[in-house]
């Protein structure tokens, strides 16, 4: 395969991004977070998403010229409005807000309202951990999984992130769909024409299914819904948190992110920081956490969370990226 640099990848990304009509800032933004994204191996979120926010901004599903601005403030409690346009400068507005908040009061909540999709969800935390804080994050997407019990998509993926700053070390920095994977997994077998596994996704009757585009027309299995309701019970909870709240849709009312043609999503994503010096204090903190992962890793085998996307990230910045052909090709055209 190919390869290109982070630097150059960032480039291509961020003027295809403006042909399709994102402004400079926004395509920046947005390059990257998906070359980020690709750098760790979670290639669903990464450049082969470029193709489909580009369409988006086409087709007027996302406005490129979108400028996110902050529409409420009361106390530790904001509320960003997205515009419409790409989620990714909402995000670095909003988390820029929360670190500047939770530094004055100890704590913020900043809810994204009208939004789109926001990529790998953790990495918007990665600034909250840098400012040596504790960061959360949760965010819905168009309905692909079905409520407890049911057999209609009614719930996105909701992906749920969480940061914790370390002392001289790397975070650890957790990031799980509330799928048993995430929908892109789906997309990705279905461009590779490979089999997925049993227990990932139900075709439109309700019946498991290993065909990835079948997966895609019906809906994703929640995390351990062979055994209980509990997946579809948090995905619940971030529905709630990122529309009821925040003012967005919910994920039934916004058109697939695989789909050219559709409605503008207005989806929401939340964001929880904390300044640790406003609890315990910050040296109990990076004391006490030391103290956790020191007895985690007594034992072989473990690994901390964001360990390994770490490593690739730092091995793709010295070495490049190897992207597939046809991507790069697709990327340049």
């Not at 982070?6 to 998906?34: D, Q, V, Y």
């Not at 439109?204 to 062979?226: E, F, K, Y």
């Not at 964001?271 to 109990?284: N, R």
Request: hydrophobic letters at 45%; glycine letters at 12%; charged letters at 20%.
């Amino acid at each position: 395969m190919p390869r290109i640099s982070i630097e150059a990848a960032t480039e291509l990304c961020s003027r295809a991004l403006e042909r399709a009509g994102a402004s400079p800032a926004a395509a920046a933004s947005t390059a990257r977070a998906l070359v980020r994204a690709e750098a760790q191996g979670i290639v669903s979120h990464g450049l082969s998403r470029v193709s489909q926010y580009s369409t988006h901004l086409r087709n007027g599903r996302a406005d490129g010229a979108a400028v996110p601005v902050v529409a409420r403030r009361r106390g530790a409690a904001l509320l960003v409005d997205a515009k419409t346009g790409l989620g990714f400068p909402a995000c670095d507005l909003a988390i820029a807000q929360a670190i500047e908040t939770a530094r004055e009061l100890g704590v913020c909540f900043v809810g994204i309202a009208n939004s789109h999709h926001c990529g790998v969800v953790v990495d918007h935390l990665r600034a909250v951990t840098d400012a040596g804080m504790v960061g959360l994050g949760f965010s819905n997407s168009p309905a692909a999984m079905p409520a407890a019990g049911g057999r209609h998509p009614v719930f996105g993926t909701n992906p749920v992130a969480a940061a914790f700053a370390r002392r001289g070390a790397d975070p650890l920095l957790i990031d799980m769909s509330l799928s048993e994977v995430a929908r892109g997994k789906l997309a990705v077998a279905v461009k590779q024409g490979k089999p997925i596994p049993e227990g990932w996704a139900l075709d439109r009757d309700g019946n498991p299914t290993t065909d990835p585009q079948a997966g895609m027309d019906g809906s994703m299995l929640p995390i351990g819904a062979a055994s209980s309701p509990k997946g579809a019970m948090l995905a619940l909870v971030v529905e709630l948190l990122v529309t009821a709240l925040v003012g967005s849709q919910f994920g039934f009312e916004a058109t697939t992110f695989f789909a050219d043609e559709g409605n503008v999503p207005r989806l929401g994503q939340a964001f929880i920081v904390i300044d640790p010096g406003a609890l315990a204090g910050a040296d109990s903190y990076f004391g006490r956490i030391e103290v956790l992962v020191a007895e985690m890793l007594s034992d072989d085998g473990v690994r901390l969370a964001g360990a390994r996307r770490l490593s690739l990230e730092r091995k793709a910045q010295a070495e490049g990226l190897d992207l597939p052909q046809a991507l790069l090709q697709s990327l340049r055209g």
